[in-house]
């Protein structure tokens, strides 16, 4: 079992930069593929990008992609998710998640493979 914890959302200017982070409980946090997801009002949960075990490997939803950078720092047991030139339309809850082992490359972009989820944090971008 994991326990997610996210933080860092607000309220943001349209072009300017948010870092959100995911602190994880549990002594294998290095062993789980993580990922962020978003969900706006009345929208479906969608995936924005997600990072293997290792770090090596990341993979971004195409609407992200070139603005938001996703690392993690496996001896903080932490992921993280720098937003640059936010866009209203970025606006959402944003949810950490983490997949158990094997890992995949890439990692997936689906959100039932993950199985573990924090409770997420808004984000909010205004024109």
């Known amino acids: 079992q994991v326990q997610l914890v996210e933080s860092g959302g607000g309220l943001v200017q349209a072009g300017g930069s948010l870092r959100l982070s995911c602190a994880a409980s549990g002594r294998t946090f290095s062993s789980y593929t993580m990922g962020w997801f978003r969900q706006a009002p009345g929208k479906e949960r969608e995936f924005v990008a997600a990072?293997?075990?290792?770090?090596?490997?990341?993979y971004y939803a195409d609407s992200v992609k070139g603005r938001f950078t996703i690392s993690r720092d496996n001896a903080k047991s932490t992921v993280y998710l720098q937003m640059n030139r936010l866009k209203p339309e970025d606006t959402a809850v944003y949810y950490c998640a983490a997949r158990n082992p094997p890992t995949t490359v890439p990692p997936p972009s689906t959100a039932w493979k993950y199985d573990y989820w924090g409770q997420g944090t808004q984000v909010t971008v205004s024109s």
């Open positions: 990072i293997t075990p290792s770090g090596i490997s990341t």
